[in-house]
């Protein structure tokens, strides 16, 4: 599989092909965002996650598919394209000027790279603000989207709402339909903090208005960085009924190293350093005070871009997460090393562990140093105290290579069972779903031959019975000679195949996605 191949767009809807029976009551559409575009003219991005945005949806109505895919045209899409060559820097990638271009020009390139206007190539995932749809990656720029034509709409800056440099593209959402996220606010006052924020759901006054989404976006907590010109790099973050958890690990970015990248010929990404020797910061935040609690939650060095699930039992408040030893996950969505066996057993390559972690927040007053404060049956996670109001964490490790965790949405920040993802044993380049039972630690798989399936994603049966009724989507690259790529509906409690609808165009690696049903 070619992963610096130029996709091809099919804006237009088309009908996908069905085998099997899709349920009746699956109405909605899936939407995924992936980069899509690699090279421009003579230039050619050095990394895959800088890719331009390629948006694809499959659309459900009364047991058919519809599929359709358009590039973001994003003004960074916009700039490439008018140039001919790639002129917008991206985090893999510095874009240099034509070499024909005069001093004044380089001055002014220059400059925007040392306190950098960052790219809106929103390739990373697409979510909600209010009744809106955006394509996102991580910077401060978002561009809404029309989520039934993938037209691109505005162009939306973070800075005028939030002072948020950077922010994750994984929010989540409570019954109410606010969502709430995490950004990094970089030096603003001469401090650099992160800001947990919460963009309400369209109130009654302004439904039916075109009010921008952010305009009523709250700052709900702001968590001082433990050191100033270096924040943690935050992919995702922990939410339950009463909670928010945010994960300060040792992998930073360096803001004096990005701010001379562009002048020393090194890519931003470069600046992002692994310290093995620090220890990892939990920050327990009370969603209703944006108070921190009181106590202080340490564990070893690790690297997170997923939570998968959070929820409170009794005086404790348990989270899941995908961690990784270090941080060659990036190093290895580099185009270079992607066209060297993609797919297969790579030295350097470390698989990530499912690791559950349990924090007591009960006072620790009268209770002994050394004692583990977790008093919970069904994990061996562990808290002990190191003095007053200070814990050591020590997780349970249920798996190991699972990736891009999907859960029953309904059951965020709840207790749960089951969790849907990738098989990442061998290489981040997945060949197998699988449904794991975080409760008997069984796995159930779904796989084909020379076919690379997506992120699942779970879609609840309306009034289920249970957690797992539903079904799970993925899109499949299949690279077996003379056959379609398609999207497999999986059975959520069998794990078995349902339906499968091939597309008549070709379908390409992406990242994230949301499913809309129909109505929402």
């Given at each position: 599989m070619d992963f610096s191949k130029n996709a091809t767009e099919r804006p237009e809807p088309s009908k996908a092909e069905v085998k099997g029976t899709i349920p009746n009551w699956l109405q909605g559409t899936l939407l995924r965002n992936g980069p899509g575009i690699f090279s421009v003219g003579e230039t050619s991005y050095e990394h895959?996650?800088?890719?331009?945005?390629?948006?694809?949806?499959?659309?459900?109505?009364?047991?058919?598919?519809?599929?359709?895919?358009?590039f973001l045209r994003s003004d960074t899409y916009n700039a490439n394209m008018g140039a001919g060559r790639i002129v917008v820097s991206e985090m893999g990638?510095?874009?240099?000027?034509?070499?024909?271009?005069?001093?004044i020009f380089k001055a002014i390139t220059f400059l925007n790279h040392t306190v950098p206007d960052f790219t809106d190539n929103g390739s990373s995932n697409?979510?909600?603000?209010?009744?809106?749809?955006?394509?996102?990656?991580?910077?401060n720029y978002i561009r809404k989207i029309d989520p039934v034509t993938l037209e691109t709409q505005d162009k939306v800056d973070y800075m005028k709402y939030l002072p948020v440099n950077l922010a994750s593209s994984h929010p989540h959402y409570d019954k109410e339909g606010n969502a709430y996220n995490i950004g990094i606010s970089i030096a603003e006052k001469g401090k650099t903090k992160y800001i947990l924020f919460k963009v309400p759901a369209v109130s009654a006054k302004d439904k039916g208005k075109t009010v921008p989404a952010l305009k009523n976006v709250e700052a709900i907590s702001t968590v001082s960085c433990r050191s100033l010109l270096t924040p943690s790099y935050c992919h995702s973050i922990g939410f339950t009924d009463n909670y928010i958890i945010f994960v300060e690990q040792p992998f930073k970015l360096d803001i004096l190293k990005m701010a001379t990248a562009y002048m020393r010929g090194v890519n931003w990404a470069s600046c992002i350093k692994f310290c093995p020797d620090e220890n990892t910061l939990i920050h327990l935040i009370d969603r209703r005070t944006g108070k921190e609690v009181d106590m202080k939650y340490y564990t070893g060095s690790m690297v997170i871009y997923h939570h998968v699930n959070a929820f409170e039992d009794g005086d404790h408040v348990v989270f899941d997460v995908i961690a990784y030893n270090d941080n060659k996950l990036y190093d290895m969505f580099y185009l270079k090393n992607l066209k060297n066996d993609a797919g297969s057993q790579d030295s350097a390559y470390s698989k990530p562990s499912?690791?559950?972690?349990?924090?007591?927040?009960?006072?620790?007053?009268?209770?002994?140093v050394g004692e583990n404060l977790v008093k919970l049956k069904y994990t061996t996670a562990s808290a002990v105290k190191e003095?007053?109001?200070?814990?050591?964490?020590?997780?349970?490790?249920?798996c190991e290579g699972f990736e891009l965790p999907r859960i029953n949405y309904d059951f965020n920040g709840k207790k749960y069972q089951f969790v849907y993802g990738n098989i990442v044993e061998e290489s981040a380049l997945s060949k197998q779903v699988a449904k794991f039972d975080t409760e008997t630690k069984s796995m159930l798989y779904w796989d084909e031959e020379n076919c690379w399936p997506s992120e699942p994603i779970f879609v609840p049966r309306p009034n289920g019975e249970s957690e797992d009724d539903g079904v799970v989507l993925s899109s499949v690259i299949n690279s077996n000679p003379g056959q379609s790529s398609f999207l497999v509906i999986l059975d959520g409690r069998t794990f078995k195949e349902v339906a499968r609808a091939y597309v008549n165009a070709e379908l390409y690696k992406d990242m994230h996605g949301i499913f809309i049903p129909q109505g929402k």
């Open positions: 895959w996650f800088d890719g331009m945005s390629l948006m694809t949806s499959f659309s459900f109505k009364d047991g058919e598919i519809t599929h359709r895919s358009r990638t510095m874009a240099y000027p034509d070499p024909s271009k005069n001093f697409i979510i909600k603000y209010g009744d809106d749809y955006f394509a996102t990656s991580e910077t499912f690791k559950r972690f349990a924090l007591p927040i009960k006072s620790d007053k009268g209770v002994g003095k007053e109001g200070k814990f050591t964490c020590q997780s349970e490790v249920l």
